[in-house]
Nanobody
Framework: QVQLQESGPGLVKPSQTLSLTCTVS??????????WNWIRQPPGKDLEWIGA???????YYAPSLKSRTSISRDTSKNQFTLQLSSVTPEDTAVYYC??????????????????WGQGTQVSVSS
């Protein structure tokens, strides 16, 4: 069974860089033809797709966050990471990592992604 687990600091100060890691078990992140996504949900708001990295290592970003976002991977550890720079309190959210097909790129709908991590709360506050 495929499992995804987010990890990282729960509290980040404004202007710093948020860094999260998703550890995947039960599947390889290089397996054709899956995409590994980051999605977030701010309090009281809808899910928002942040970006993804493909089985080939190609990255994709939401236009609104592209200038501050970097997604990378470590295939030896079967992990992929999210870095979001210059954070503000508006970046406070529950952050999820997911697996999905090509059609799920840019989608934050739960039904479009076949596996989700449990989510991790990240708060941005001084």
């Amino acid at each position: 069974q495929v499992q995804l687990q987010e990890s990282g600091p729960g509290l980040v100060k404004p202007s710093q860089t948020l860094s999260l890691t998703c550890t995947v078990s039960g599947a390889s992140i290089t397996t054709n033809y899956y995409y590994w996504n980051w999605i977030r949900q701010p309090p009281g708001k809808d899910l928002e797709w942040i970006g993804a990295i493909s089985y080939r290592g190609t990255t994709y970003y939401a236009p609104s966050l592209k200038s501050r976002t970097s997604i990378s991977r470590d295939t030896s550890k079967n992990q992929f990471t999210l870095q979001l720079s210059s954070v503000t309190p508006e970046d406070t959210a529950v952050y999820y990592c997911t697996r999905g097909p090509l059609d799920a790129l840019h989608s934050a709908r739960r039904e479009d992604h076949d596996y989700w991590g449990q989510g991790t709360q990240v708060s941005v506050s001084s």
